[in-house]
């Protein structure tokens, strides 16, 4: 998994509490992207990290945030989850970003979060 | 806006045959990359295409980009039980994906 972990790696809340899932690499890349995995929408994008400190907004980027205070890790922060934010969430890096070298991405294990 | 488009979406095939999975894609860009997923598990980086008329082969596996047509194909040349997963095309900027073509080979 190209030295990325998430954590936790399976989470049942309720609706309206507070979420965190938690991405960290030790390889050091720039780049660090949370996407969202459903059944029939593939992959989508919710946030990004170009930098410490340095995020943008994806695709489905309403009701999550997200920070980055170290290169290593990237939080994914749903501030009150809703049963449409259970999924299969995946954190990825790159060294490289869009326009660049190349931006190919390295994907983490998952988090299965459900919101009952 | 990019738009990713894959087909077939499920795909069941035999044992020893070839078959070929289309990912269309709605603006210009010349990077195209390929994953694969098992079940339960995460992404796979496959091939990366970085220009027109790209061509990449691992196994039985065969990648091709056409930028002009704005197409990539991947294509399964004697199939084996082991083929058998979700395979995802994804196309930059931004690495849109398609939504994925679940491949099934039967014995």
């Known amino acids: 998994d190209a030295g990325i972990t998430q954590s936790p790696r399976h989470k049942v809340t309720e609706t309206g509490t507070p979420v965190t899932l938690r991405c960290h690499q030790t390889?050091?890349?720039?780049?660090m992207y949370w996407y969202r995995q459903d059944p029939g929408h593939g992959l989508r994008l919710i946030h990004y990290s170009y930098g410490v400190k340095d995020t943008d907004k994806g695709e489905v980027s309403d009701g999550y945030s997200v920070s980055r205070s170290k290169t290593e890790d990237f939080l994914l922060t749903l501030e009150s989850a809703t049963s449409s934010q259970t999924s299969v969430y995946f954190c990825a890096i790159s060294e490289h970003a869009d326009g660049g070298e190349y931006n190919e991405q390295f994907f983490g294990p998952g988090t299965r979060l459900t919101v009952l | 806006e990019l738009k990713v488009e894959q087909n077939p979406l499920f795909l069941s095939m035999q044992e020893g045959k070839n078959y070929t999975i289309y990912c269309n894609y709605s603006t210009t860009s010349d990077r195209l990359y390929w994953y694969r997923q098992d079940p339960g598990k995460s992404l796979e980086s496959l091939f990366v295409?970085?220009?027109?008329?790209a061509v990449k082969q691992e196994g039985r596996l065969m990648a091709s980009l056409d930028t002009k047509a704005r197409l990539s194909t991947l294509h399964i040349t004697a199939a084996v039980h082991d083929l058998s997963a979700t395979y995802f095309c994804?196309?930059?900027?931004?690495?849109?994906f398609g939504k994925g073509t679940k491949l099934t080979v039967n014995p």
């Open positions: 295409l970085l220009s027109n008329g």
């Open positions: 390889e050091n890349h720039r780049y």
């Open positions: 994804a196309v930059e900027k931004k690495l849109v």
